[in-house]
């Protein structure tokens, strides 16, 4: 490569984003693309002798700095959105899809992967290479290597268009997002918010030069109205708000039809079918299966189907009980959307006598932090450091991850929701962990990605970000993403971490931390009262660990509903017919759903999991691992009864060798089995649910 000012290709250490510009990445997208042809051009030539080294690596080489350069480009697009970058993201993403299509069609490569698979050598290389070979050999097929060649051209078309279509979706998102304001003019209106909610709905209608208190469809901005604001056409209003935004319902947007997602929709359902068929599978549900645990997608919807029936009772006994408390104390006799989250939160206070705010008094983000670093420390035996790199925002901040003092992984916490950031929040990876050719090892670096609430002033103090404790959970589980990634100790950079991890697999660190956040040994070292600084009171942890369970019967029929409808929008749904999604969305919520909601809500167009995240015929995968992650947390519980602690150092140091060691080097379930000596069983994630019969 030839050296250049140009800070996208610059690998010689941590990404510069403190010299990045948009007008960095056409030159530098182009440069690594014909760089990386022309090592192709020469590795498609035949070879006597085909081997890892004069094969596999210098394609990896070259394939790894070209996605490295662009994984800098679309975390920059989904964090720190702008015009000019989002005009040169669009811009050059053709480019991209084009040349990771054709490579995945590249026949010669894929002839030579086969050939290493078939030779003598194969059963030399180490179970990491053997791994990565086969899932090769497999993602060529996927790709469309096998096809003819009239057959590829259109298999290129539809990767192309599908990159552009979902990006437009997630755009489409982003913007809708970003343009909502909802003025508040007086403080009366807002009777029931808490006061760190008012104070950065305050400080956000200032900063636009406005008085009163702005909302807007940022999580953190707009789920306190829901679930404080007695003011019940308040919660109505930002609840359509929420549930229409991206969709033809929006109509409060200035800029509606740009907006809607519908055609999009339809069209990447269209597109996704028409690769099924090309590929010769029956659907895309099928494609989307062959690198997951899942067997088929019958398989998929008898386990949901089943988990439904078993969730069922429990769920039509939650909402039965909400429904008779919102008549008799909240005087609401027909309980509506906009109500569920205000009546829940009411109900669960009278209860057990505590509330959310009450509870997030105590989670002040510094010692959250602390908290949780505290806990990986303690349970992996490694150290981690505040650490110094270029960031995109100030806010962010960097850290490294040792272990006997050698630098182990390094990773970016960006937490606060702001303009120009999409929604949610996410792990993912900078740079993979390998062994380079001089024997020295790539250590791993994540983006670990929320949208919390940033620290905002009060009385002319600067008070910290004051955390949910879903918002605690949420940040383990990111977490958990990014144990798996950077405590690796693979050295083949395409199954290191949670590269080559079957996707319904993937979810297993993360949901398992998520189990820690409820630990009393854990919140005793991770709480400190905002005022008086005291931690987490037992009486009051008593009164949340009763309240755990509470509706989760309607919690969980409600991620089985998501699931069934992605399953089924890539199983048996046509679109040609003249049947539309939201037809099909209503025949899920007939047979699944206890609660229908209003007939305008469109969260379909705003489901980036399944549209522009990589979750098609994938978000089972939050159920499905979560079997994997309370029963692998049963491990925990049953060190407890043998005489230790739920932190034991011992089982965790078994969890990071057989499960975030291992990464993708082998299937998933062989590391279950070896980390709990038996195949997985449900009875840990009902047991932990409440659902047990």
């Not at 110094?388 to 272990?403: K, M, N, Q, S, T």
Request: net charge negative; glycine share 6%; proline share 5%.
């Amino acid at each position: 490569m030839t050296t250049t000012a140009n800070p996208l290709l610059d690998f010689s250490g941590l990404p510069r984003f403190d010299l990045f510009k948009p007008e960095h990445v056409t030159p530098a997208i182009t440069e690594l693309i014909d760089h990386a042809s022309k090592v192709v051009a020469q590795l498609e030539a035949p070879q006597d002798h085909v081997t890892w080294e004069n094969f596999v690596v210098p394609l990896e080489e070259t394939t790894e700095r070209l996605g490295r350069a662009w994984g800098i480009v679309n975390h920059l697009n989904n964090v720190a959105d702008t015009p000019e970058l989002r005009a040169t993201y669009n811009e050059n993403l053709p480019k991209i899809t084009e040349f990771w299509t054709a490579l995945s069609q590249n026949e010669a490569l894929f002839a030579k992967y086969k050939a290493i698979a078939a030779s003598l050598d194969f059963a030399s290389l180490s179970p990491a290479r053997q791994k990565l070979v086969g899932n090769a050999v497999r993602d060529f097929r996927l790709g469309g290597a096998e096809l003819p060649d009239d057959k590829k051209e259109r298999f290129a078309e539809i990767q192309e268009e599908q990159a552009a279509v979902s990006t437009r979706f997630s755009e489409n998102v982003l913007d809708a997002t970003n343009d909502y304001k909802l003025l508040v003019s007086t403080e009366l209106d807002l009777s029931g918010v808490p006061e760190d909610v008012k104070a950065a709905a305050r400080a956000a209608a200032e900063k636009d030069g406005k008085t009163g208190f702005q909302f807007t469809l940022h999580f953190p901005s707009y789920f306190p109205l829901l679930q404080f604001a007695d003011n019940r056409q308040l919660r109505e209003t930002i609840y359509r708000a929420s549930a229409t935004k991206a969709s033809e319902q929006g109509t409060f947007f200035s800029e509606m039809e740009k907006w809607d997602n519908s055609e999009n929709i339809s069209k990447l359902l269209r597109l996704r079918n028409e690769e099924a068929r090309l590929l010769d599978y029956r659907n895309f549900a099928e494609v989307s299966l062959v690198p997951k645990m899942a067997q088929s997608p019958e398989h998929v919807i008898e386990f949901l189907e089943d988990l439904a029936k078993r969730a069922r009772p429990f769920a039509e006994k939650d909402l039965e009980e909400l429904r008779a408390f919102a008549k008799a104390e909240l005087d609401i006799d027909t309980l509506e959307a906009w109500d569920v989250a205000y009546a829940s939160e009411k109900l669960r206070e009278r209860r057990y006598a505590f509330s959310a705010q009450e509870v997030k008094e105590y989670f002040p983000e510094p010692k959250v932090i602390d908290g949780l670093f505290r806990l990986v420390q303690s349970l992996f035996s490694v150290e981690i450091k505040p650490d110094v790199a270029p960031v995109w925002h100030p806010d962010v901040r960097f850290y490294r991850i040792e272990r006997d003092g050698a630098l182990v992984g390094q990773f970016y916490f960006d937490l606060y929701a702001r303009a120009g950031k999409g929604g949610g929040a996410w792990m993912d990876d900078a740079r993979g962990r390998k062994l380079d050719n001089f024997g020295i090892i790539q250590t791993p670096v994540a983006y670990l990605t929320c949208n919390f609430t940033p620290p905002a002033e009060v009385d002319g103090v600067m008070q910290p970000s004051l955390f949910t404790h879903d918002e605690v959970t949420t940040l383990f589980h990111e977490f958990g993403h990014g144990l798996h990634h950077m405590l690796t100790e693979v050295e083949e950079l395409g199954v290191a971490g949670i590269s080559g991890v079957e996707w319904d697999a993937v979810e297993l660190p993360s949901q398992f931390m998520e189990n820690f956040c409820w630990e009393w040994d854990v919140l005793q070292h991770m709480t400190a009262h905002v005022q008086t600084g005291e931690p987490l009171q037992r009486g009051l942890y008593d009164k949340m660990l009763a309240a755990k369970n509470f509706q989760s019967g309607m919690q969980t029929l409600r991620q089985v509903e998501f699931s069934l409808v992605d399953m089924h929008l890539h199983y048996d749904y046509d679109p040609a017919s003249a049947r539309s999604v939201q037809e099909l969305i209503n025949d899920v919520r007939q047979k699944f759903s206890v609660m229908m909601p209003p007939a305008f809500n469109r969260f379909q167009h705003s489901f980036g999991h399944i549209f522009s995240g990589g979750y098609a015929a994938g978000y089972y995968s939050y159920k499905w691992a979560e079997v994997l992650s309370a029963d692998a947390y049963a491990a925990f519980e049953e060190a407890v009864e043998a005489g230790g602690g739920k932190l034991s150092e011992e089982t965790g140091k078994r969890f990071q060798q057989e499960i975030l060691a291992t990464g993708g080097s082998r299937p998933a379930l062989e590391s279950f089995k070896a980390f709990r000596g038996r195949e997985p069983n449900i009875d840990a994630l009902l047991r932990h649910s409440g659902m047990q019969s």
